[in-house]
């Protein structure tokens, strides 16, 4: 089969009036039955409480139960965390996911010699080597995860604050893991009007302006939270950090003092502070917390070889230090500080072994890398507030450490429910809901305007062999009955890249087990290969067209490979048009249907930001009041005419 793509983002001169049509393609594929993970054993045995004796297994094999808890036994994880079975003999590998009682579980396991990884975002994984014989047919284990030092954990107690502000607390810690600090900020703000003096509250405040990079009004923040709360490592180390931002090298220190004896075996506030020792000269204890941090740390802190190697240096310890300095380079060869780090030590060569302290190392004091290397969040790429996302590679996404990722699994999978999406779309009915903001330089609203249709969409085959989705609005709104004339639809379709007669045309890598809004994740990074035809976008200027290469991540649910969430933009800007950027942000989720007994996984929203003749626009399309559509096989090539299944949501 092959795709025939719509025109997408097509524009035309018509009067004195600049029209841009923005419009995707898609693809039609089979409804296969739904399939899951690679489990073994049937849905109703694995949703059942793990207990030893539970589940029924084939003669010769076995099952293990896998229970896992955050911090320690007794405390079951708050989030999914997915569950790898390596075969020590074969090798071969089954993956599965816990559910919402921090359960997974494996049946029908031949005997043998098996190892169990568990993983998690924002924690450490565990491995665990397990046996099924004959003597041990079935076993329930316990693993407990502990929290990777490194990563921030937003899962505050708010369980001091009204319902209100607990509700609003939560609201924001979830904007926070789904990265989106506008919302996040709304949901603080209405917690804080009713405690503002929490400590919890204080430092999701100060974390909210650190990620902003306000480091004066997070340090604000961060001070109150760590008045209130003296002995909170997390809330002195991020203190600690903003204050390094802002070069005060005695608050930084007092901050991090304190959080290293709140919290001795985290490896970062032994980083930061061997940083903040070294600004202040002070060589012999930058060297101590340095290697306190290496030893801790290990090859997380890679960063701390820097600071070490430099001590080092200062300290009259040139061989010593050109070693550490040689352990930063091993392994971070492609840090960019690399080709610093190799200047440093050519100078440390010319000088000699026999070398007398220095004040400091000019080509490495330039910069410092503790921060910018331990930071979790990207520096900053903007002199003004971005009007749009990250860059797709720019953006820093939080993975599972040491989590290896079935690739051809995720992307077969998640091609399958793209193909299910095909028959979806033909469905259903809903009310569009459209947002349109100008912008002006610095990303602010210039200009709101708010438009509702009905929606419809239809799968129509042209000729054998080359489908495309039509979308109906009431009344059959032309491009000039949008704001600012620009009509955008088929964005909603941009799953179907992962379409099996699609996908070929795109290089795919699996990053890593992520998050979504508290569910493990696959992420998938794609993009327009360039020996292959590019169907999926284009845009139109008169009667010539222009196709536009993507590039984008997916995020695909690590139990069903349901794709939830697509971001993608232009690979380059297109001058010759004054189109210079186009990002996409791109929603689905289940719909359920009762009255007929049905779920359909649809689109629920997609967002577009894009810059085109000088102009920042920002545009919103939601789904909402879904209803079930039916249509007949002589109608499918003809505008939808009769009344959906009234059952919406």
Sequence with gaps: MMLRGLSCGAFVQKTSTLLLLLTSALAAGQNPTATGLMINGPDSLRNRTATVGTYLTAPGTGAIAVNVFAERNGTRLDRQAVLRLVDRTTQKALWATTDGRAQG?????????????????????VLKEVLISPAVVQMEIDIV????????????????????????????VQAFKSGNLKDA?????????????????????????????????????????????????????????????????????????????????????????????????????????????ITKGKNAAVSSQLILGEALLNLGQSSEGRQALNVFLEQAPRHPLAEQVRKAIAQVDQRGSNAKPVANLASAEAQLPGIASLAALPPPKFSVKPWQPVGIDEAKVAVAPDVSCPADIVIGESGKRAQELVGDVTRFAAIEDLLHQSLDEFGNPSRTETRKYNYVASITESEPGYFAINEYRADNVAASDYPDNIASTGFAGLALLFHPEVRDSFEMKCEGLGDWRGQAAWLVHFRQRDDRPNRMHSYKVGNQFYSVKLKGRAWITSDK?????????????????????????????????????????????????????????YRRHSFDHFMLYSVDAEEKGKHPVHAPVKEDH
């Design 145 to 172: 995860l502990n929290r990777d030092p490194a990563a921030v954990n937003l899962d505050v107690n708010a369980n001091s604050l009204s319902p209100k502000a607990r509700k609003e607390t939560k609201h924001a």
């Design 561 to 617: 490979f349901q794709i939830v969430r697509m971001e993608a933009e232009m690979v380059a800007p297109m001058p010759e048009i004054e189109l210079l950027s186009e990002h996409q942000i791109v929603e689905y989720g289940p719909v359920p249907f009762p009255k007929k007994s049905t779920i359909l996984w649809l689109p629920k929203s997609a967002e577009i930001y894009f810059d085109f003749r000088k102009h920042r626009y």
């Design 185 to 293: 900020e709304k949901h603080l703000d209405e917690a804080y009007k009713s405690a503002p003096s929490d400590a919890n509250l204080n430092f999701l405040m100060g974390y909210l302006y650190f990620q902003k990079k306000d480091f004066a009004r997070a340090i604000n923040y961060l001070d109150a939270s760590t008045s209130a709360n003296a002995h909170d490592a997390q809330a002195l180390t991020l203190l600690g950090r903003a204050s390094l931002e802002q070069s005060d090298y005695p608050v930084a220190r007092s901050a991090l003092e304190q959080a290293v004896l709140a919290d001795a075996e985290n490896w970062l506030p032994h980083n930061l502070l061997a940083y903040t020792y070294l600004h202040q000269r002070d060589y012999a204890m930058a060297r101590d917390e340095a290697q306190v941090s």
């Design 105 to 125: 579980m494996f049946t029908n396991i031949p005997y043998g010699t098996y190892e169990v990884e568990v993983s998690a975002v924002g924690f450490l994984g």
